[in-house]
């Protein structure tokens, strides 16, 4: 069981902390069940907040309940092929990071992007639960991953994880440039273009996964 551990579950080289340690892929499980199961309970596409919520947001005050409406808003879907397509993607992420930075670290990740994904929808729609879908935060994790991927040490990866990355990242690059609505491969990455969730979620993975790099530099 130990070596099937450092094979499957554990990076190479990682020294094992609570905060690193992948639980057998159980926040990427639970990431997935929670996308399927609100939309499941509450349905309303990208805007079922509105049910628990007012839409009026006063900007003027400070209102805990704006913010876990803007949370919950990028927990949204379209519909149901929508919401599996999000936990495809987001089943790519999980099954390379979580292995890679632990449960824990893959949790606050999440919950991080999708504050930083529904706050982009608020500053430049002027709205906290008009809904961002969950596809952001998608992109976050891919810009965190293709770095994390490319960028890392050789000496920091066994032939398992570069098989393993390599199949995500060739995965969720490729999903960018499918064209849903044509049913076709675009010449350039149509869905990252797409919103301002997806391309701003791509920027805010970039930016994490590099202020990491430089504050372990520093460190």
Not at 193 to 200: I, P, W
């Amino acid at each position: 069981m130990r070596f099937a551990d450092k094979i499957f579950f554990q990076n190479k080289g990682k020294k094992l902390t609570p905060f690193n340690r992948n639980y057998f892929f159980f926040g990427t499980v639970l990431v997935i069940l929670v996308n399927i199961g609100l939309f499941a309970a509450l349905g309303l596409g990208e805007n079922w907040s509105y049910r628990l919520y007012s839409p009026e947001i006063a900007w003027e005050d400070f209102v805990p309940l704006n913010l876990l409406a803007a949370l919950t808003s990028s927990f949204g879907h379209l519909d149901w092929s929508h919401v599996l397509m999000n936990a495809f993607a987001f089943l790519g992420c999980g099954l390379y990071l979580e292995r890679r930075i632990g449960t824990l670290k893959l949790l606050t990740l999440t919950l991080f992007f999708a504050f930083f994904s529904a706050g982009m929808l608020a500053v430049v729609y002027n709205q906290a639960d008009g809904g961002v879908g969950y596809s952001g935060v998608n992109y976050a994790f891919i810009g965190y991953i293709v770095l994390d991927y490319l960028i890392s040490l050789p000496t920091e990866r066994g032939k398992f994880q570069v098989l393993y990355g390599g199949a995500a990242v060739l995965c969720l690059v490729l999903g960018s440039f499918v064209d849903s609505a044509a049913a076709s491969i675009a010449a350039y990455p149509v869905n990252l273009m797409y919103n301002v969730a997806h391309y701003s979620g791509l920027f805010a993975g970039v930016a994490t996964w590099l202020f990491e790099k430089v504050i372990k530099r520093l460190a």
